[in-house]
T-cell receptor
Framework: AQSVTQLGSHVSVSEGALVLLRCNYS??????LFWYVQYPNQGLQLLLK??????LVKGINGFEAEFKKSETSFHLTKPSAHMSDAAEYFC?????????????FGKGTKLSVKP | ETGVTQSPTHLIKTRGQQVTLRCSSQ?????VSWYQQALGQGPQFIFQ???????GRGNFPPRFSGLQFPNYSSELNVNALELDDSALYLC????????????????FGPGTRLLVL
């Protein structure tokens, strides 16, 4: 069965500092992996996705993530945090070739950015 | 291009009542998925509809049911509401069967926040 684990329910960084949000997945087949962001009282917005092409994926708003099969990880990074990055971030996995289109989400990591 | 819209934005019901939530998919999308997001949790898959047929269901009881219409809009119905049904209900649309390739992007609406008292 597939699963996603996000390490750290809350991460706090200073403005301008590196953002690192951790995600580890479990899947018996090649996975597709996604990062979504959720601002307060809003739905989810796709940041980036990995679909078995390049292992380093660039997304919107300066975010990127690297797929590491050996570590079963898909950590999200941004070199320099902005105040506007404060939100909740969700990692999700989708099974390649599966008959259902459901995404399996982690519990989320809330990012706070200090001035 | 119109994004995914959901109605109502907020809803308060009492235990035992029934509720219907509505979703209009993004223009051109023929697949709709519904998710339940409890407070402090990630979204959990309820079910998916593709061209008016249910195409997969998560671990939710039969009192959660749905419909997809010819224009690909969708409804989520919940009967016999329980306190634990209080959550944000998210609808997501995609083009084609997301599960076949697994890579189709699902575009989410803003959600309906349901409170059951």
């Amino acid at each position: 069965a597939q699963s996603v684990t996000q390490l750290g329910s809350h991460v706090s960084v200073s403005e301008g500092a590196l953002v690192l949000l951790r995600c580890n997945y479990s899947s018996s087949v090649p996975p597709y992996l996604f990062w979504y962001v959720q601002y307060p009282n809003q739905g989810l917005q796709l940041l980036l996705k990995y679909t078995s092409a390049a292992t380093l994926v660039k997304g919107i708003n300066g975010f990127e993530a690297e797929f590491k099969k050996s570590e079963t990880s898909f950590h999200l990074t941004k070199p320099s945090a902005h105040m506007s990055d404060a939100a909740e971030y969700f990692c999700a996995v989708s099974e390649y070739g599966g008959s259902q289109g459901n995404l399996i989400f982690g519990k989320g990591t809330k990012l706070s950015v200090k001035p | 291009e119109t994004g995914v819209t959901q109605s109502p934005t907020h809803l308060i019901k009492t235990r035992g009542q029934q509720v219907t939530l509505r979703c209009s998919s993004q223009s051109g999308h023929n697949t709709v998925s519904w998710y339940q997001q409890a407070l402090g949790q990630g979204p959990q898959f309820i079910f998916q509809y593709y061209r008016e047929e249910e195409n997969g269901r998560g671990n939710f009881p039969p009192r959660f049911s749905g419909l997809q219409f010819p224009n690909y809009s969708s409804e989520l119905n919940v009967n016999a509401l329980e306190l634990d049904d209080s959550a944000l209900y998210l609808c997501a649309s995609s083009l084609g069967l997301a599960g076949v390739s697994g890579q189709e992007t699902q575009y989410f609406g803003p959600g309906t926040r349901l409170l059951v008292l």
